[in-house]
């Protein structure tokens, strides 16, 4: 059902449950997983002249590096990890490359902010549901204790 699978991530701790539902998929499916962190270069346009775009950039680089490694050390040696660093607009550049890589699924963590909260943030989650070419399955992360650790088990038989 899913060949290669897109897996966004923003390197943070509470990101990683998607990177492992992700995970879980791929080796059902035998999928490979295709890890992008898009480094977000408009929302630095309002710094102060002095600071050097060329510091931030690579620092923000770096952090995309390590984020996308991390996907790597969590896959189980049987899952095939490809990784990206990409600059743009994230949702945009996540939809595009969805396209790009023909992936058959985008698997991306999402606060579940509602009302005035995604109102006033945005989500880049909601904005690639709508624009996606693919199907998006987003998993609620944050810092909810009774959360399941894994896949629940009547989710993990709806996909195989």
Same mark, same amino acid.
């Given at each position: 059902?899913?060949? %290669?699978?897109?897996?966004?991530?923003?390197?943070?701790?509470?990101?990683?449950?998607?990177?492992?539902? /992700?995970?879980?998929?791929?080796?059902?499916?035998? /999928?490979?997983?295709?890890?992008?962190?898009?480094?977000?270069?408009?929302?630095?346009?309002?710094?102060?002249?002095?600071?050097?775009?060329?510091?931030?950039? @690579?620092?923000?680089?770096?952090?995309?590096?390590?984020?996308?490694?991390?996907?790597?050390?969590?896959?189980?040696?049987?899952?095939?990890?490809?990784?990206?660093?990409?600059?743009?607009?994230?949702?945009?550049?996540?939809?595009?490359?969805?396209?790009? @890589?023909? %992936?058959?699924?985008?698997?991306?963590?999402?606060?579940?902010?509602?009302?005035?909260?995604?109102?006033?943030?945005?989500?880049?989650?909601?904005?690639?549901?709508?624009?996606?070419?693919?199907?998006?399955?987003?998993?609620?992360?944050?810092? @909810? @204790?009774?959360?399941?650790?894994?896949?629940?088990?009547? /989710?993990?038989?709806?996909?195989?």
């Amino acid at each position: 059902m899913y060949d %290669c699978i897109l897996v966004p991530t923003d390197g943070s701790a509470e990101g990683e449950r998607a990177v492992e539902t /992700a995970i879980e998929l791929a080796r059902v499916h035998d /999928a490979t997983i295709r890890a992008v962190y898009v480094v977000n270069a408009a929302s630095y346009g309002g710094l102060p002249m002095e600071t050097t775009w060329d510091g931030i950039s @690579d620092a923000l680089r770096e952090e995309g590096e390590a984020a996308v490694r991390r996907v790597e050390e969590i896959a189980p040696p049987d899952v095939v990890v490809e990784t990206a660093v990409l600059e743009g607009s994230p949702s945009r550049t996540i939809i595009e490359q969805a396209s790009a @890589d023909r %992936c058959d699924l985008v698997v991306m963590g999402t606060h579940g902010r509602g009302g005035i909260d995604r109102l006033l943030l945005g989500s880049v989650a909601e904005r690639v549901v709508r624009g996606s070419p693919v199907p998006v399955l987003t998993v609620k992360v944050g810092d @909810d @204790d009774d959360e399941p650790d894994e896949i629940p088990q009547d /989710a993990r038989a709806a996909v195989e």
